[in-house]
């Protein structure tokens, strides 16, 4: 179930793996051995080695960051998202896709909308039965993230996004 040894076939994209099967064969008259390894991926995909990391200064209702990405799939974001004051149902989406948290961030919590674990998480704690919609994606060549609240007063938010781009 663990899939996080990372696979390199090409400079600067990782395949995310796991060992199926290994066995070994040792020649000992002719001191010679070989092994075989056999390794699978949860998805066919080849991710980027490095992680693109976008600050988000949240100070409008709404607030939108352009983010793009050089592969040839759409990216999974991993959005971070912490008030300075309380917020009612935050909510962030793409122009297609949107995910609303259906509670309240209390000032200085961490909310967290996890699209690679497809989980939401506030101050760690899994909350993913209380949000509603789909994860937003950044598209190849660039998506625009709105976020938006039910609050009438606009808090201030910090807000982060991390993805790393995918090919086929």
Excluded: C, H
Aim: net charge negative; proline share 6%.
């Amino acid at each position: 179930e663990d899939y996080s040894a990372e696979l390199s076939v090409r400079m600067g994209r990782v395949l995310f793996v796991r060992r199926k099967a290994f066995s070994r064969e040792a020649d000992r008259e002719n001191q010679l051995g070989s092994f075989a390894l056999t390794l699978e991926a949860r998805d066919p995909y080849e991710w980027s080695a490095g992680e693109t990391v976008a600050p988000w200064a949240i100070d409008a209702d709404p607030s939108e960051l352009g983010v793009s990405t050089s592969g040839t799939v759409d990216a999974l974001p991993v959005i971070t998202l912490t008030p300075a004051a309380d917020v009612t149902r935050p909510a962030v989406g793409d122009g297609a896709r949107t995910l609303t948290y259906d509670g309240v961030v209390a000032a200085g919590q961490v909310l967290v909308f996890d699209a690679v674990q497809s989980r939401v998480t506030l101050d760690g704690a899994d909350v993913t039965p209380y949000a509603v919609g789909d994860f937003p994606r950044i598209e190849p060549g660039g998506a625009t993230l709105a976020y938006s609240d039910d609050d009438v007063e606009m808090p201030v938010v910090a807000g982060e996004v991390r993805f790393r781009d995918r090919w086929w």
